[in-house]
């Protein structure tokens, strides 16, 4: 495939073939949008080559942004002197690591004398680290090149692999042979002073240097490495993901990228034993828990070397240092998805999960999911920095819903009983060891679990399975009312948080949990851990099939003799989840709701924070980044995005820019109408109060694994349509709005030649979680004369996302054609017409009567080919 180069305006765009015009002005837009530091909102219909425009309009933005700062940092550095700036735009030559926040504003009238000392002094401070810059990009780019050009590096990798593992195998070979013995006669005592002789237990220095792990000051350069400018693509799946890396491989910017693919644990981990625990939780934690037992195993080595070593539990044999190093520098060197990466690591025997991200600072190119980049802890963790970058955000008609969804949390009764019982068993055993601010701590905790269930109408020393409720329902609080009812608000919730972040209190009561069966213990102790495990295993729901088999459950106690063989993992401590409960309680009063959901049972009950303004986390995104793209194939209607998500987190009107191209496909190849009645000349209106007029049969797999065999039958009756002689004239296929069909699925060319859409997908107006957005919308929002309440627009607007999403389905490529029918007159009103993506809106058809409108259709598929 040859490329294509492609000018616009003086801009070379490199292409893999010739773009159609829609891309061409993607691209350029995108361009101008990162080069001025706006926020875009980018719509460009499925099958218009949307990825591509996205990495070749923002990578040739990259390329001519890196040019043009090493001209900067030449003729800064041959000159020595800084172009003046008012203080809003950074020099390009600043990577984001040198940028730095302006200081306050010197006084006026000072001396002038000073002014000009103070100012070379910068200069020479920033010449400083831009030579330091260049020395760190002048290592790494010969350490890649090498990485490039010379395959030895990589035979002297694996040769040392090798090495190391028929070490190990030797190694083993000899402690069997020593805990066997190498013949009958039973061994020598050995008399006094004979153990001098002895050969103690050999460590070579590179040993030593693995089992230490990530060295101090190892650990410090390489946190302080240049950042240099980069983009941020995250999207919503991980196969969505994969499928924008392998754009990315078939593109120009291919071979010269350094791309990083960033993901979870759970789909990183090559470590068998952690990977088998199955739940993300687990995973994490007992990563974590191995990283701790390195570094603490390490650390009593070095302060106690002369005394024997303890038992700790295993470090991961794929967290070595030097492993690590190499990992990153084979990532940079080629364009690699989440499974390239994986094989990658298990080849070099190197984690793939904190490879990755050693590599962050110097990739120019980041694909992650979500959620690592909307959540602020979960950026911050996998070291991503935003400051001066250029985040691009797909698929994003959700992102309003995806941001709420990850700042909201909700906990059952049985989490609370569970979580309290373990912390009061965690303090019981080791109070006596405690500090006096850690007890302190540790009994709030427990106090505020206990008022979590009294709210809720439990007695936290009972059973939650068996607790009935005497008042059920559901009740909406605000943030303080809930913590006056709580009778918590005189607890400080900030410092509480913030010990439970720097004490790691949930893993170290998810490691107590995990070891209790295997604790030396007083026989009244003992008594104590045989009712905490009962009462734990009180509160796990009966265990499926799967689980029986192997999945995720909790562990019988396992006797101290038998602690040598491997153990299967409890369920993890739920205190990690109440952490987000609890730091969901410190945002602002106005900002969310506690919804208190009383059921039948404590177990079912739950306590749920929604967050109403989810600006208020996205604001730190555009606050920090250079520029940020929302895009997507269907971004109507985009007021959400304006009103709710970026006027609300404070950015400017004049900041935002809007670009939505029509679709490639002929106008000819589309035929939407709008059909108001039906062939009885009834008024077609399917709403909540006329549901029971018609008598219908909708079917739609109820499990997720059955979608993939009901699509296969789908496309298989299809397919016998074409032959001659058939009795099959087509297939017909129902689902749900926002269902498990209704996204992501390809229903191109003969899979869906009509899409109808029966009646208005309105959501639930009697909830009260919708109800109390509506109210909080209409308190925060503007009225715009002449237009609907903020609250009856939101309503309207994810009924239009979810129509907009459903009929996009069909239309997949350039030769696509299909018709799309909306049965409902209540798509006529032009408010709602006008929420229609642009290039089905301009096309469509309405029809009052259904003659007409069947006429239409019928003339329309005529004269297309029939089934291929």
């Known amino acids: 495939m040859a490329n294509k180069t492609q000018e616009d305006g003086g801009i070379h765009f490199p292409f893999p073939f010739t773009p159609y015009s829609i891309q061409k002005d993607f691209m350029a837009e995108l361009y101008r949008v990162l080069d001025a530091g706006k926020i875009g909102i980018f719509e460009s219909p499925t099958g218009t080559g949307k990825s591509l425009s996205l990495i070749c309009g923002a990578l040739s933005w990259l390329r001519d942004f890196e040019q043009k700062k090493h001209k900067e940092e030449a003729r800064l550095l041959e000159t020595g002197t800084v172009p003046l700036s008012d203080g809003k735009d950074q020099p390009p030559f600043l990577s984001s690591s040198c940028k730095e926040t302006p200081d306050t504003l010197r006084p006026a009238g000072e001396p002038d004398w000073v002014t000009q000392f103070v100012q070379k002094k910068e200069e020479r401070d920033l010449v400083d680290r831009l030579k330091e810059e260049q020395v760190r990009r002048k290592k790494?780019?010969?350490?890649?090149?090498?990485?490039?050009?010379n395959a030895q590096l990589k035979y002297a990798a694996k040769r040392m692999r090798r090495e190391e593992e028929e070490m190990e195998r030797l190694l083993h070979l000899s402690r069997e042979m020593l805990a066997e013995g190498t013949g009958t006669e039973p061994l020598e005592q050995l008399v006094c002073g004979d153990e001098e002789l002895v050969l103690a237990e050999y460590e070579s220095d590179e040993e030593k240097g693995a089992a230490r792990?990530?060295?101090?000051?190892?650990?410090e350069e390489d946190l302080e490495e240049e950042h240099v400018t980069k983009i941020y693509y995250c999207s919503r799946t991980h196969s969505q993901l994969a499928q924008f890396v392998h754009e990315v491989q078939r593109s120009p910017f291919g071979k010269d990228t350094r791309l990083v693919s960033l993901g979870s644990r759970q789909n990183l981990c090559i470590n068998e034993?952690?990977?088998?625990?199955?739940?993300?939780?687990?995973?994490?934690?007992?990563?974590?828990e191995m990283q701790r037992s390195k570094h603490e195993k390490s650390r009593a080595e070095d302060e106690k070397p002369k005394r024997r070593r303890q038992e700790h539990q295993a470090a991961c044999p794929f967290y070595s240092y030097e492993q690590l190093q190499l990992l990153r520098d084979e990532v940079l060197v080629g364009v690699k998805d989440i499974e390239q990466l994986v094989s990658l690591g298990k080849e070099a025997r190197a984690c793939p999960y904190y490879g990755s991200r050693f590599a962050i600072p110097a990739a120019q190119l980041v694909v992650l999911p979500y959620q690592m980049l909307l959540h602020g802890a979960t950026r911050q963790a996998a070291g991503i920095r935003l400051q001066g970058q250029v985040v691009v955000i797909d698929e994003a008609h959700n992102l309003i819903d995806t941001i709420t969804g990850i700042y909201s949390a909700e906990v059952s009764g049985s989490q609370f009983c569970q979580a309290h019982s373990q912390l009061l068993q965690y303090m019981e055993r080791y109070g006596k060891r405690l500090k006096a601010k850690n007890l302190m701590y540790i009994k709030q905790l427990l106090y505020l679990l206990e008022q979590f269930?009294?709210?809720?109408?439990?007695?936290?020393?009972?059973?939650?399975?068996?607790?009935?409720?005497?008042?059920?329902?559901?009740?909406?609080?605000?943030?303080?009312?809930?913590?006056?009812?709580?009778?918590?608000?005189?607890?400080?919730?900030?410092?509480?948080?913030?010990?439970?972040e720097k004490s790691m209190v949930s893993r170290k009561l998810f490691g107590f949990t995990e070891r209790y069966g295997t604790v030396l213990a007083s026989s009244r102790e003992q008594s104590r851990l045989a009712g905490f495990q009962h009462f734990l295993q009180s509160l796990q729901p009966a265990l499926t099939e799967n689980e029986s088999r192997g999945g995720d459950r909790a562990a019988a106690p396992v006797p101290h003799g038998d602690e040598g063989e491997a153990r299967v993992p409890r369920s993890a401590s739920p205190l990690m989840h109440i952490e987000g409960f609890l730091a969901a309680l410190t945002t602002a009063n106005q900002d969310g709701r506690v919804i208190l959901n009383r059921q039948g049972s404590l177990s079912q009950s739950s306590l749920k924070f929604l967050l109403l303004n989810p600006a208020v986390h996205f604001a730190q995104v555009v606050k920090e980044c250079r520029a940020v793209v929302i895009a997507g194939g269907t971004m109507q209607p985009v007021s959400d995005f304006r009103e709710q998500l970026l006027a609300c987190a404070g950015v400017e009107a004049e900041r935002v820019v809007e670009f939505s191209c029509g679709h490639v496909i002929p106008p000819d190849n589309i035929l939407p109408l709008v059909i108001c009645s039906g062939p009885s000349s009834q008024q077609l209106e399917f709403t909540y109060q006329k549901r029971e007029l018609p008598q219908m049969i909708f079917q739609e797999p109820k499990r997720a694994n059955q979608v993939e065999q009901v699509l296969l039958e789908y496309s298989r009756c299809i397919k016998c349509c074409g032959h001659a002689g058939g009795t099959v004239t087509g297939a017909l296929l129902l689902s749900v709005v926002g269902?498990?069909?209704?996204?992501?699925?390809?229903?191109?060319?003969?899979?869906?030649?009509?899409?109808?859409?029966?009646?208005?997908?309105?959501?639930?107006?009697?909830?009260?979680?919708?109800?109390?957005?509506?109210?909080?919308?209409?308190?925060?929002?503007?009225?715009?004369?002449?237009?609907?309440?903020?609250?009856?627009?939101?309503?309207?607007?994810?009924?239009?996302?979810?129509?907009?999403?459903?009929?996009?389905?069909?239309?997949?490529?350039?030769?696509?054609?299909?018709?799309?029918?909306?049965?409902?007159?209540?798509?006529?009103?032009?408010?709602?017409?006008?929420?229609?993506?642009?290039?089905?809106?301009?096309?469509?058809?309405?029809?009052?009567?259904?003659?007409?409108?069947?006429?239409?259709?019928?003339?329309?598929?005529?004269?297309?080919?029939?089934?291929?």
């Not at 790494?140 to 050009?149: G, T």
């Not at 009972?462 to 609080?477: F, I, M, R, V």
């Not at 003969?750 to 009646?759: E, I, S």
């Not at 642009?838 to 089934?867: Q, S």
């Open 213 to 219: 792990g990530v060295d101090e000051e190892e650990e």
């Open 140 to 149: 790494r780019e010969e350490r890649l090149q090498q990485i490039r050009h």
């Open 453 to 500: 269930v009294t709210v809720l109408g439990g007695n936290i020393k009972q059973n939650p399975n068996t607790q009935s409720l005497s008042q059920t329902g559901t009740e909406l609080k605000t943030i303080n009312d809930f913590l006056f009812q709580s009778q918590i608000d005189n607890i400080n919730l900030f410092k509480v948080r913030r010990y439970c």
């Open 739 to 868: 269902g498990k069909m209704s996204e992501g699925i390809n229903f191109s060319d003969d899979l869906g030649r009509c899409v109808v859409m029966v009646g208005m997908p309105y959501p639930n107006i009697k909830s009260p979680e919708l109800q109390e957005k509506m109210a909080y919308l209409d308190q925060t929002l503007p009225r715009i004369p002449g237009q609907p309440p903020p609250g009856k627009a939101l309503v309207e607007n994810l009924c239009m996302k979810a129509v907009n999403q459903s009929i996009g389905r069909a239309i997949r490529h350039q030769k696509d054609f299909a018709s799309i029918v909306l049965l409902d007159h209540r798509y006529a009103r032009p408010p709602i017409l006008g929420k229609l993506p642009a290039w089905i809106r301009d096309r469509v058809e309405v029809k009052a009567t259904f003659g007409p409108a069947f006429a239409a259709m019928r003339k329309f598929h005529r004269e297309r080919p029939g089934p291929s």
């Open 273 to 288: 034993d952690v990977k088998n625990l199955g739940s993300a939780q687990l995973i994490n934690d007992r990563c974590m």
